[in-house]
């Protein structure tokens, strides 16, 4: 069974920047893929990033447009989030897949097999 921790989430203002971290335990051997997720009350959980687990081939959701940057580094992955705004106030997920980063961001989130539980960012105006 895998082991998903975030940390480093918080408050921030518009335009500042953030790193969260997520650290893997357990099965993590078996995974193909790591990577974040967020969600906000009322809405569906979005597919932010995904890379291959301890690095290498990553892919990003349409809207990233360049403001984050995910990275891996053995059992763990990071997301730096730059040029923040209020929209992106979620609760961030760390996830883990044996799926590939593209089928991670895009595809169904009921898919995914390990979630971990989550860091709160919130970016104020």
């Known amino acids: 069974q895998v082991q998903l921790v975030e940390s480093g989430g918080g408050s921030v203002q518009a335009e500042g920047s953030l790193k969260i971290s997520c650290a893997a335990s357990g099965g993590h051997l078996t995974l193909n893929s790591m990577g974040w997720f967020r969600q906000t009350p009322g809405k569906e959980r979005e597919g932010v990033a995904a890379?291959?687990?301890?690095?290498?081939s990553l892919w990003y959701a349409n809207w990233v447009k360049g403001r984050f940057t995910i990275s891996a580094k053995g059992n763990m992955v990071y997301l730096q989030m730059n040029n923040l705004r209020p929209e992106d106030t979620a609760m961030y997920y760390c996830?883990?897949?044996?799926?590939?980063?593209?089928?991670?961001?895009?595809?169904?989130?009921?898919?995914?097999?390990?979630w971990g539980r989550g860091t709160q960012v919130t970016v104020s105006s």
């Open positions: 890379i291959y687990y301890g690095g290498g």
């Open positions: 996830v883990a897949s044996r799926s590939d980063p593209v089928t991670v961001v895009t595809g169904d989130p009921r898919d995914i097999e390990y």
